[in-house]
């Protein structure tokens, strides 16, 4: 429902006349549900800019909170959502902090009294209302991106690839290795090969639980990738229970060398290196 | 004796996953060896891909069953997929019409103790596994 230009006006009045216990009586509210995790100062400032915002919206001659004049307002309303999201906050605590300014200005209402309070605090409620649902859904958005560059980052933090000894890289795999993080092991892997000049990778598949014949390939092609550069690959941690796994399945690492232990397959490198 | 069947529906590369962690808790639930543990685990990997890639998704149906001497678990994959017309071929080591290693089904059938298929071509395809404790 959108404000009468009549509404906005009393409104964008009412807020000039009564900001400073406005903005104290918001905060009060709002800082007894954040339970002091958030200083007063702060909320004050916020609520303070806030304020402003809402009153330039409406004295602008904004009717609805999608209207242009209120695109200060969303911004300031998406810039606190990202903050809050960021800081921990709950979806509700979030929805709140814009929620709270109905009751506060209901107890200014009801002071200055007048014919028209409730027509006029029902036409503001839904102005709020749309306020706080696009400060939830911007909070949601940051939220989903958060999550988004968490998992990538997890993607990244959960492929080193490590420098064992001079010429001897590892890669320590450690869970599920699906197509995504196959890519990106391939690609360390060579990449490190690269860097490092070295001439022998050794894959530990200690950490991953189950090797399917999928796994089995996303390891396959890394190793013919790596000899094509030159390098040597030795699969180690092949436990008993995945040795018998991978007869059963019928799967064949050919003339892959492959050990029980990540120390047999240094020891074997080493006495490879030494020889030559 | 048998007790409440878990429902798995199976429509992405997570359902995968979940399928996978079930089995396992399920099977640690039941006290498999770690090898039978890690056998049943990998052929329901084996056998839910298959239902999501070559059967578009389904579903994974665990349950734990017991006769007068043993127990153990069985596993229902079903889809409503294209089937599989010859299936002598299907189970060839080697085979495959996708881009796999072509061993997930043959190789799933030596990692249990029971395996039954029923499949036609445009009915879909049920496999029931089970695994015994020893």
């Known amino acids: 429902m959108a404000l009468s230009a009549d509404e906005a006006s009393r409104f964008a009045t009412l807020l000039e006349e009564n900001r400073d216990e406005l903005v104290a009586s918001w905060t009060d509210r709002v800082a007894a549900t954040l339970r002091g995790r958030l200083s007063h100062a702060e909320l004050e400032r916020q609520h303070g800019e806030l ?3 809402l009153h330039a919206a409406l004295s602008g001659g904004g009717r609805l909170l999608t209207d242009e004049q209120s695109a200060e307002l969303r911004a300031q309303l998406s810039e606190l959502s990202s903050s809050r999201a960021r800081q921990g906050f709950s979806a509700t605590e979030t929805a709140v902090s814009v929620f709270a300014l109905k009751d506060a200005v209901f107890g200014i209402l009801d002071r200055v009294g007048g014919d028209a309070i409730l027509r006029d605090y029902v036409a503001f409620t839904s102005f709020v209302d749309d306020a706080a649902l696009f400060t939830f859904d911007s909070y949601v958005r940051v939220r989903e991106s958060l999550i988004a560059d968490q998992a990538e980052q997890l993607l990244e933090l959960s492929t080193p690839v490590v420098k064992l000894w001079e010429g001897v890289v590892a890669v320590p795999l450690v869970g599920t290795l699906d197509s995504a993080r196959a890519q990106v092991v391939m690609e360390r892997l060579l990449q490190t090969l690269v860097d490092t000049s070295s001439p022998y990778a050794i894959i530990d ?15 396959l092609k890394t190793v013919v990738a790596a000899r094509l550069m030159g390098a040597d690959c030795i699969i180690s941690g092949i436990r008993p229970q995945i040795a018998q796994t991978i007869v059963a399945l019928g799967i064949e690492f050919g003339d892959i060398a492959t050990k029980a232990s990540l120390a047999d397959a240094l020891r074997y490198v080493l006495s490879k290196s030494n020889g030559r | 004796m048998s007790d409440e069947a878990d429902v798995i529906e199976v429509r992405s590369d997570q359902d995968v996953v979940r399928v996978r962690q079930l089995v396992r808790t399920t099977a640690v639930g039941a006290k498999l060896s770690l090898v039978d543990q890690t056998k049943l685990v990998t052929a329901a990997s084996e056998l839910a891909r298959n239902t999501l ?15 007068d001497v043993r127990h153990g678990i069985r596993i229902v994959f079903a889809d409503r997929g294209p089937g599989i017309a010859d299936l002598e071929l299907a189970f060839t080591d080697g085979y495959t019409t996708g881009s796999g290693l072509g061993l997930g089904l043959s190789g799933a059938r030596r990692l249990v103790d029971e395996f039954e298929i029923d499949t036609a071509p445009g009915r879909g395809t049920s496999i029931t596994v089970t695994k015994w404790c020893r």
């Open chain 1, 51 to 53: 304020g402003k915002g």
């Open chain 2, 53 to 67: 890639v070559y059967g578009g998704g389904g579903t994974v149906e665990v349950v734990r069953v017991a006769n």
């Open chain 1, 205 to 219: 598949i200690t950490g991953v639980p189950a090797v399917d014949t999928q796994v089995a390939q996303h390891i």
